[in-house]
């Protein structure tokens, strides 16, 4: 049962920037995001997870059914999939030798969904006949390719990895690393198909990222060009119409727009290459569902600003937020803090009204959290923090669900094998977690 309250609250403590968002998105191009986990299965039948996301070309989430097929294995006779409330549906693909010749090799996986008396395709490739690691993209609907990560809906562990870029994992399966993040990435948004959008600096680019191979140099591997591959879209800061540098970025739960921010105090927000002025004066927290917002007023220590769907703002007693922190619901957004005593997750209706969700259990009494409640929320309300451990302390990720169940660890360097670039393929690529990356 939650307790309700609209009592002040002391919430983790963090910058916010100014953003404006547009109620209407400029029309694109329908997109199907296709993506796989993991991205190469054996030929005895190890089955991989195939996620279709759907968005329409106003950046809404898709509706109605996707076709699923492969040119062999499981899926050769199609599949017909419903997408759910966000644009989504799963499946399962397996291809075993012993029942289709074909199954060696990349194996390809087409989805097709009709929209509007049109036919949308989006396809990858998964590797059949050796184990592997990882997750696998394909091409999008309407124009360009898809740069999933094959982790929609997961958190994310960011860090170096000792290649020259950063790298990125699950935290469900934390040793299945992606590379090339650039190492001078300034902040991420992970979108709702698992795709990320970042800010890099020196110089400064809004980029999409797109997993980069390794390649062999001499007998050793090499990225050869960490964010060459990602996209790099227009944008207009630095411009006539908009001349401060790009500083932020966020996306939206319910569809695969984001946001980004030209500069501070007189700070434009654009959508593409429009400027929308929605939201002047705010900081921006977090973008919700329906055009919901988690605002804060633009002073120092400026109060949290509920906005509702159709465009009703509360005033709350609460202040200084971790973008974080915080996550979108249907009804409202999740919220965690500390009371003194122990890290809560809170739900924050429109009315302003705050409840009680859980108390999250408390670390390992052999890890060190600090502060005690940062970290990312997963869909479930599992918070995941980075911590400390051992001597020499070593960087950990720690899975807190509410208690009365207890924290793990659910990834820590200890008794790895170090990564091995010498060799072609590397061996043992794993990140130094600095920082967890989580969906809207």
């Given amino acids: 049962m939650r307790a309700s309250s609209l009592v002040p609250w002391s919430l983790a403590i963090a910058g916010g920037g100014f953003l404006l968002w547009a109620c209407q998105p400029p029309a694109g191009e329908p997109v199907l995001d296709v993506s796989v986990t993991p991205r190469s299965i054996d030929d005895l039948g190890q089955a991989a997870e195939v996620t279709v996301t759907a968005t329409d070309g106003q950046g809404h989430v898709g509706a109605g059914t996707v076709k699923v097929t492969s040119v062999a294995g499981s899926l050769k006779a199609s599949e017909t999939l419903t997408l759910d409330t966000y644009g989504k549906a799963k499946t399962s693909f397996s291809c075993a030798v012993a029942m289709d010749a074909d199954c060696a090799g990349p194996v390809r996986v087409v989805a097709e969904w009709l929209l509007n008396g049109a036919t949308i395709t989006g396809e990858l490739r998964v590797t059949v006949g050796a184990a592997g690691t990882g997750g696998g993209t394909g091409t999008g609907g309407g124009t360009g390719t898809g740069g999933g990560t094959g982790l929609a809906g997961d958190v994310l562990i960011i860090g170096a990895t000792g290649a020259g870029a950063l790298g990125l994992a699950s935290v469900n399966t934390p040793t299945r690393v992606r590379v090339?993040?650039?190492?001078?990435?300034?902040?991420?948004?992970?979108?709702?198909?698992?795709?990320?959008?970042?800010?890099?600096?020196?110089?400064?680019?809004?980029?999409?990222?797109?997993?980069?191979?390794?390649?062999?140099?001499?007998?050793?591997?090499?990225?050869?060009?960490?964010?060459?591959?990602?996209?790099?879209?227009?944008?207009?800061?630095?411009t006539p119409e908009a001349p401060e540098a790009l500083v932020d970025v966020w996306s939206r739960p319910d569809s695969n727009n984001y946001l980004y921010q030209c500069g501070f105090g007189t700070a434009q927000r654009f959508q593409g290459t429009a400027h929308v002025p929605d939201f002047d004066g705010f900081g921006l927290v977090r973008l919700g569902y329906g055009g919901s917002a988690l605002l804060v007023e633009a002073m120092p220590g400026g109060h949290l600003i509920v906005r509702d769907q159709q465009g009703a703002s509360v005033t709350t007693q609460l202040s200084n937020v971790d973008r974080e922190l915080t996550r979108a619901r249907s009804d409202g957004f999740w919220l965690v803090g500390y009371d003194g005593a122990a890290c809560n997750l809170r739900h924050l209706a429109w009315d302003g009204t705050l409840t009680t969700e859980g108390t999250y259990a408390a670390p390992p009494t052999d890890v060190n959290v600090t502060p005690p409640c940062q970290g990312a929320i997963a869909e479930d309300g599992t918070l995941y923090s980075i911590g400390t451990k051992g001597m020499p302390a070593e960087r950990v990720v720690v899975k807190r669900p509410f208690a009365p169940e207890t924290a793990a660890v659910v990834f820590t360097p200890e008794g790895l094998p170090a990564p091995d670039y010498s060799v072609f393929p590397p061996r043992n690529v794993r990140v130094v977690a600095t920082s967890l990356l989580a969906s809207p």
């Fill in 180 to 238: 090339g993040l650039p190492s001078s990435l300034v902040v991420a948004a992970l979108r709702p198909n698992g795709t990320i959008v970042y800010i890099r600096e020196q110089p400064v680019y809004l980029q999409e990222f797109r997993e980069d191979s390794f390649v062999q140099s001499g007998a050793g591997s090499t990225l050869p060009n960490v964010d060459g591959n990602d996209v790099r879209p227009m944008v207009k800061c630095g």
